[in-house]
């Protein structure tokens, strides 16, 4: 059976989705470009966008030490020539949740997700980062855990979760290695979209692992929290990238709408 294996563990989910499109057909260009055509009709941009990040990675990986000049051409010919739609970056109203908003979210959403959402609203970290968060990388330092996530690049930064939601996840998860563990596995990322869209779905709103990631940084930036460190707790590479997520003048709603009977 034909199937494309990741070329790291960011990118799993990405080639399930690829592998169960592609049923046993081969892997070649017109496979690729016709998967990457369903994913621009099916998926938002910023997954389709990474949908093309992995195969290309991936594809990559797959060939090794093997690998040459020729084939490495060929491969950025190949993407070059997917255009896909390109993703709007700025974070708007719709992507970020309120306290009473996120709060309802977790109550509805049950015990073991509404945890796994607290979780991710305190640390803002991916969720590559926190379903891969051992045990033994938190430490209780003076009322509150400090977690060291290793992000993007391999990079680890500590990020911080209160004591009362570490000491529930571990009650409700009951991991041995992992915080969020499950028969004895790491929570996949995977299975963590999929509890997370389905506690959206309960309230009519589409939820992503990445909206508590900007709702917690909005929250920090309106709060008085300088550009800077919320740029280093948030793992980015420069705060000129949290700039370009968080920072820009778009009027709200409330103001478009003002007058409109």
């Known amino acids: 059976r034909n199937i494309l294996k990741p070329s790291n563990k960011a990118y799993s989910s990405d080639l399930i989705v690829f592998n169960r499109w592609l049923n046993g057909k081969a892997i070649n260009r017109e496979s690729i470009k016709a998967f990457m055509k369903w994913a621009d009709e099916n998926r938002a941009p910023a997954t389709v966008a990474r949908y093309k990040a992995a195969l290309k ?15 490495s051409a060929q491969l950025t010919e190949l993407f070059s020539g997917i255009k896909t739609v390109k993703p709007d970056q700025k974070v708007n109203e719709a992507q970020v949740l309120t ?7 977790q109550k509805d959403a049950g015990n ?79 299975t963590a979209h999929a509890l997370i869209r389905r ?39 420069s705060p000129a990238v949290t700039t370009r997520f968080y920072l820009h003048d778009l009027p709200t709603p409330e103001t478009i709408m003002r007058g409109i009977a």
């Open 57 to 71: 990675a991936s594809l990559k990986a797959a060939k090794g030490h093997t690998l040459t000049l020729a084939d």
């Open 199 to 237: 506690a959206g779905a309960k309230t009519g709103r589409k939820l992503h692992p990445h909206t508590l990631r900007h709702s917690r940084a909005t929250d920090l930036l309106k709060a008085g929290q300088s550009l800077p460190s919320v740029s280093a707790y948030l793992g980015h590479s």
């Open 99 to 105: 306290t009473a908003e996120r709060l309802d979210l």
């Open 112 to 190: 073991k997700t509404g945890l796994l959402l607290q979780a991710l609203y305190e640390t803002g970290a991916r969720i590559s980062e926190i379903v891969n968060l051992k045990l033994s990388d938190c430490e209780n330092v003076r009322g509150v855990y400090f977690c060291k996530v290793i992000g993007k690049g391999k990079k680890q930064r500590t990020v911080y979760m209160s004591p009362s939601t570490f000491k529930s996840i571990c009650q409700a998860y009951n991991g041995q290695t992992y915080l969020f563990e499950t028969t004895g596995r790491a929570l996949s990322r995977f």
